[in-house]
DNA sequence: CGGGATCCGGCGGGATACTG
DNA sequence: CAGTATCCCGCCGGATCCCG
């Protein structure tokens, strides 16, 4: 609670502005790459995977492969990943509620 | 909550990985230019300028200038701001009681 | 003390093309 | 389908100097 250094460290997960669009999605279950894709307004193919494989490496989602013609990878979060995806819920929670409140004080700084 | 577009929003404040630090170090009050950069291990006094800038613009924390000589700038959270620092504060928990759990998953996985 | 202005190097990340 | 590989541009952000 009182050390900022690893604070930040966490922030190289969390700040990624990704990392925590896709935690999000696996809160149900889990998904395929395609699916990700599909449901991550804006994200490259590139980032996806990137994000992922960093995401794995962490121990917050796992990676499974069947081998078959066409392939079929699915992730899913970790005991891990799914206490992290509860520590996020307040933050995107709060996300909803105050953004208009956000570009509100935006538009007024702006027009000054 | 169902929305991923507002979420992405959202996370241009805080997947800035200087802006969540900040607002955690004014969770006590007030606190001074100078306080915060020496508070904020390795942040650049270019990206503390204007990382305070956009938070100001954001509405979650206001900028008081003392026009005396030394100058004396002090920065507060808003009352939006703080509402964020309360939401944030699971996740800063998190990052505290997990980052061990991470490291050595980063070295299992790298040692592959 | 608390910035603003400028320069510039590195890399984050998009676009595209190719594979098992 | 789920990637990998390569190219390449933009801008993030550090370093430095100046100012009220």
Redesign the interface.
Known sequence: ?Q???????????????WA??IV?MLKDGPRRFTELKR????ISQRMLTVTLRDL????ILTRTVRTVMPPHVSYELTT?GR??R???????????T??P??D???AE??SR
Chains 1, 2 share one sequence.
């Open positions: 609670m050390d900022p250094c690893q604070a930040r460290e966490v922030l190289g997960i969390v700040g990624d502005k925590l669009l999000r449901g991550i307004d804006g794995e490496r962490d121990g891990m206490t992290l509860e520590a996020t819920a307040p933050l995107l929670e709060w996300s909803i105050h953004l409140h956000i509100a004080a935006r700084y702006d």
